[in-house]
Structures are given as C-alpha cells and as structure tokens.
C-alpha cells in the first residue's frame, strides 16, 4: 500500500462525514457545504492542509457562513464555536517500522473474535471497550502483560471503508517506557498487513498522545474541530435553533 493510497482512503472518509466532494478537501480557500448526512445541528471544520471545509446542519450554515467568508485557515480555526481541535495521523511510510518492544512483557496479539477473550477488562477506555452484553467494535489488538495483569494495549476498530482507528492505553505504573508506542507501531503494522488503512487521533492539547504517534512512526494527515452538538450545553449554543425536549 502507498502513502497516496492511504490518503485517498482517508480523503474519502473524511469527506463523507463532512457530507461534501473528497475534492473540496483538496480546494484552496474555505468551502461551505450543508450537511445533510450528519444529526442537526452539527457544525465541523476540516483541513488536509489545501484549504477549509466547513461544513454545517442546513439551517446553521447560513449564519455560519457570514462569521468565516474571508477569514485565512488559522482565523476559521479561531473561531469560537470551534472549541477542541484533534489531529489524525497516518503511517509515515518513509520511515515507518515497528519499534522494538520494551523487555520484560509478554506480547500478545488478537484480532476479531478473538479480542472477546479480554471481555471484562477495565481501564483501556481509548482502545478497547465492552458495553453490558459484551460486544465491542474493537476489531485487533496488541497487549503487553506482566505478571498476568495487562499493562498496556493498543486497539482498533473499524471507521469506514477500509479504515480502522487506533487508540492505545497503557496503565500509570508502566508509563514513560516507551511502551505505548511500541504496542502502536506494532499495531500498525499489523492493520497494514491485512491491507487496511490505520489512523490515529490526538487532541492538540495531548502533547503526550501526539508524542506516542510521533515515535510510533506516524505523520499528521489533517485537522479537524471536535464534533460540535450545539444542545444548549455549550457556551456558544446560542447560534444554532434549540433542539426539542
């Protein structure tokens, strides 16, 4: 699998959540599209560096779009509805490769039905969750343990077509090793393998989720606000009709 490939992978998962053309993410300037594919009111920014989709519930676009025609890419992103930014991140093929695992761990790794094997397991809420009857869309994972407790573990799950998101959680007392990127460069590997698309997200105020990618071999690939609900909870509701009790 190429990088290109990758992107182009990407390109159109982004693009169908934002509800527009996989070329308007490649258009320069800002580009405002109704979202008719997304629960009302939703309201979401997005660059893959080019230019800016914004992309709003019909009934918000129209009072979105006068606050942001003309303003520059990082102006958008200033804007105050846009109240958390994440960063997504692909495989940096030009220097990707699994990193050495830390000494001392018993290395496992399970995909599909598999992964039911840790059904119970508590404390790993970024990678791998069970809800009451059991289930969990984690698709693949790869977990250290020591002395039969599981210290760490990268999962992932699938987010569209030929993509599987990862998320990596690695208990307090086994932290600062170099553990979590480790388990996600291997993770990482394994996705590629089965010819799927592995991405990973960070909040840009994680400085240490952004670090794990870093030296997991992973490159920012685009940028996008926090899904934005608007239900009256959120300081700027104001500007989006109220929902029905």
Same mark, same amino acid.
């Given at each position: ?53 914004? *992309?709003? *519930? ?29 960063? /997504? ?17 018993? /290395? ?66 086994? $932290? ?8 996600? *460069? ?28 870093? $030296? ?7 940028? *996008? ?10 300081? /700027? ?9």
């Amino acid at each position: 699998m190429t990088y290109k490939t990758m992107l182009e992978r990407a390109r159109d998962h982004v693009a169908r959540h934002l509800d527009c053309p996989p070329d308007r993410l490649l258009a320069p300037g800002t580009s405002f599209v109704e979202n008719r594919r997304a629960e009302a009111p939703f309201l979401e920014v997005c660059t893959m560096g080019a230019g800016v989709v914004v *992309s709003a *519930s019909p009934e918000l676009l129209p009072r979105v779009e006068p606050l942001l025609t003309g303003k520059s890419r990082d102006e958008v992103f200033e804007f105050p509805l846009v109240y958390g930014q994440s960063l /997504y991140y692909l495989p940096d093929l030009g220097r990707f490769h699994p990193l050495p695992l830390p000494e001392g761990y018993r /290395y496992r790794l399970l995909a599909g039905e598999q992964v039911k094997e840790l059904r119970g397991i508590a404390g790993f809420d970024n990678s791998l969750a069970f809800d009451a009857q059991g289930e969990t869309p984690t698709c693949i994972v790869f977990f250290a343990e020591r002395d039969g407790e599981v210290a760490g573990l990268a999962g992932a799950a699938p987010e569209g077509e030929g993509l599987w998101e990862m998320g990596v959680d690695v208990q307090p007392a086994f $932290r600062r090793g170099g553990l979590g990127a480790a388990l996600v *460069s291997h993770l990482t590997a394994a996705i590629l393998e089965r010819d799927v698309v592995p991405f990973y997200c960070a909040s840009v105020t994680n400085i240490g989720s952004q670090g794990v990618a870093f $030296r997991a071999g992973l490159a920012p690939a685009w940028v *996008s606000t926090y899904r934005t609900v608007l239900d009256g909870s959120f300081a /700027y509701g104001g500007l989006a009709p109220a929902l029905p009790e």
